[in-house]
């Protein structure tokens, strides 16, 4: 949260406050470049940031903010600052286009938050359980259309060129006398990718309860998700504190991946109190406090170690920034 003021000034830095002019009215109504989704208050938080600091953006964003039910806030929340943006107080910023409030469903959860982009994807959310509102992400892709096996196809005599295309497109071709039809070149179909990317929780079962939902709706064809983004923050003796903060452990995790046949799980948000794995045989490592006295500071390997004890079954990787994971392809 902290970081996404700052993220949208390194977008784009070429702008000085001469350049710019105040937007006619179509010009303020135009769809927006960036599109931010989240709780109920970003927008206020990112218009005051953003003034505050007299950030000059040479491009327009929008935040779209999910409207939390009574359940979903944390106990004590009314005590703090208002989450709505006063227009007369806090009045829009020249590159701020206006965003949808979206209403929760009755069973709690925001569904369709984006639906059917360029490329057919769908976004579901939910709320997290954590000491303010939070969000968690079910992100569905469209099936991949079969890929022509060119291989294949050379093999059976097909030259490259027109051929190769209509097959590709489902017709059955006649070449050299012999009959060859598409599902002699072309891949199996491959199932959309199913990831679910939480934010900070100590309970993410309702993301169990979404993915049942969606499954009850005909919209999932069975209880399974390719990847699972989770936090991890604390090992599991530290259980109580991580509760207190409104964090997960381990074999929380772990059982929620398991409920829901997770292929891929990759953990994130570690504590500060965990060093990088340097080497998979190697459990602490050795640093210098500030009184010169020498201390051992655990690693995440603890943490990882703690979910492959588990019955979870799937692969588990630990996050890492820039990293590129690769999220497996499945048969439909």
Not at 51 to 62: G, P
Not at 238 to 260: F, N, Y
Not at 299 to 308: G, N, R, V
């Amino acid at each position: 949260m902290f970081g996404l003021p700052g993220l949208l000034c390194t977008i784009d830095q070429k702008g000085a406050a001469g350049d710019l002019e105040l937007p006619t009215q179509a010009e303020y109504e135009a769809q927006a470049s960036v599109n931010i989704y989240g709780p109920k208050g970003l927008r206020r938080y990112l218009r005051l940031s953003l003034a505050l600091s007299r950030s000059r953006l040479n491009y327009t964003y929008a935040v779209h903010e999910l409207v939390m039910r009574d359940e979903h806030r944390p106990d004590g929340w009314e005590e703090w600052a208002s989450l709505e943006a006063n227009p007369s107080e806090d009045p829009p910023l020249y590159c701020e286009r206006p965003g949808r409030d979206i209403e929760a469903h009755a069973d709690g959860f925001w569904y369709h938050v984006l639906d059917g982009d360029a490329e057919g994807t769908v976004i579901h959310a939910m709320a997290l359980r954590h000491t303010i509102p939070s969000v968690g992400w079910l992100i569905l892709r469209p099936e991949q259309k079969r890929t022509l096996d060119v291989e294949a196809a050379r093999s059976l005599g097909i030259p490259d060129g027109p051929l190769m295309g209509e097959l590709k497109r489902g017709l059955t071709l006649v070449v050299n006398g012999k009959t060859i039809n598409p599902d002699q070149v072309l891949l199996p179909p491959v199932r959309g990718h199913r990831i679910a990317i939480m934010g900070d929780s100590y309970d993410s079962g309702s993301l169990i309860r979404l993915v049942k939902s969606l499954f009850e709706q005909g919209k999932l064809t069975n209880i399974q998700l390719d990847a699972l983004v989770h936090e991890a923050t604390f090992q599991n003796s530290m259980a109580a504190e991580a509760i207190q903060k409104g964090h997960s452990t381990p074999d929380r995790v772990a059982q929620l991946s398991s409920d829901l046949d997770v292929q891929l799980l990759i953990l994130t948000h570690f504590s500060h109190r965990y060093s990088p794995i340097e080497s998979g045989e190697c459990n602490v490592e050795t640093i210098s406090s500030a009184a010169g006295r020498k201390k051992e500071k655990p690693s995440l390997q603890i943490l990882l170690d703690e979910i492959k004890s588990t019955k979870f079954q799937g692969q588990v990787i630990l996050a890492d920034d820039l990293a590129l994971i690769r999220v497996p392809l499945v048969p439909k």
